[in-house]
């Protein structure tokens, strides 16, 4: 089954472990390992052909477009994807290839909340993912703990079907909305995540990179769930409305009448209900175009 199976690895400057990683799937069984690196400055792509990986250099900036390039390279039944960094175990690899050979899953995250070493998680950064999943677990309408996680796999089907655009760390969030996108059927393993070993630093930057993957998963949740967006506006209009309203109304009680106030209050109400309108027709349209892409999928 092991021959079924592409390793693959992003890389940059990962020198300090990705030899042992690399040995480690290999020793394992694991015959193919892809290293994409992007134009490492240290001897990662030396260690890792040592080790005996597929080096490719990638072409673009950023992990997304080296991940996007490996995808259309690949063919192999099962994808496993893993950061270069060692913070996770080889070992463990056979958790997330566990639900693709039985069919339960098209891909499979690994859930770093699970067991997380000392060190692992900066307490900006678990706050930050924590934060990021909730709002995507509120955008998506689904149940998922850690979304931007480093450890995957994918069956041949997710490899096809996911599109990846976005360069840089948006990666991980684009990868969760595509899959949902194309209804391809998710789950979480439990698995283990390390500290980084000792002077070799993450290439995230946590508060420039939480804003980004949060905007990104805003900005792609806009297109698949247009409601929530617009019932959010929608209700801060309306609310605004009400408000003037009441101050209207308290003053007209009082004698004094304010006429530009009341037609402002009129209009912000009635703006605020059409916009939830639009949304609603929108949302519509978006579940049927959805339900239509399903049937023509099946076939
Ligand atoms: N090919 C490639 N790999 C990258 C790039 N940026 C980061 N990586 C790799 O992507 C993986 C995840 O990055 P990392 O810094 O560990 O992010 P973190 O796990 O969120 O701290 C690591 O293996 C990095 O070496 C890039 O621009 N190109
Ligand atoms: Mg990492």
């Known amino acids: ?156 089907k997710a490899l096809k079907m996911v599109n990846l655009n976005q360069s840089g760390f948006g990666i991980e969030a684009e990868l969760a909305v595509e899959c949902l996108k194309k209804d391809l059927r998710m789950c979480e393993v439990p698995i283990t995540y390390l500290a980084r070993a000792d002077g070799a630093p993450t290439k995230l930057n946590p508060l420039n990179d939480g804003f980004k993957i949060g905007y990104t998963i805003y900005k792609l949740g806009k297109t698949y769930n247009p409601m929530l967006y617009l019932t959010l506006i929608s209700i801060a209009i309306f609310l605004l409305g009400l408000v003037v309203g009441v101050y209207v109304v308290w003053e007209q009680f009082r004698g004094i009448p304010h006429n530009q106030m009341a037609i402002l209050t009129a209009l912000l109400i009635i703006s605020g209900i059409q916009i939830f309108i639009f949304g609603y027709i929108i949302d519509m349209i978006v579940q049927m175009q959805r339900e239509m892409m399903r049937e023509i999928r099946k076939r």
């Open 1 to 156: 089954m092991r021959e079924n199976v592409c390793i693959l690895i992003p890389t940059l400057n990962e020198g300090k472990t990705i030899g042992k990683l690399v040995e480690a799937y290999k020793a394992m069984g694991f015959t193919d390992v892809l290293v994409v690196d992007g134009h490492s400055t240290d001897n990662t792509v030396a260690a890792a052909q040592a080790a005996g990986a597929r080096v490719v250099l990638q072409n673009g900036k950023g992990k997304g477009a080296a991940v996007q390039q490996a995808f259309g390279m690949i063919d192999k039944e099962i994808t496993i994807m893993v950061d270069g960094d060692g913070t996770y175990l080889p070992e463990e690899v056979d958790r997330l290839i566990e639900p693709i050979v039985n069919g339960s899953a098209d891909h499979v995250l690994g859930n770093r909340f699970a067991n997380y070493g000392k060190g692992a998680f900066t307490r900006l950064n678990h706050f930050g993912n924590k934060m990021l999943n909730l709002m995507f677990n509120f955008a998506y309408h689904v149940r998922l703990n850690d979304i931007l996680t480093g450890y995957h796999a994918f069956n041949r």
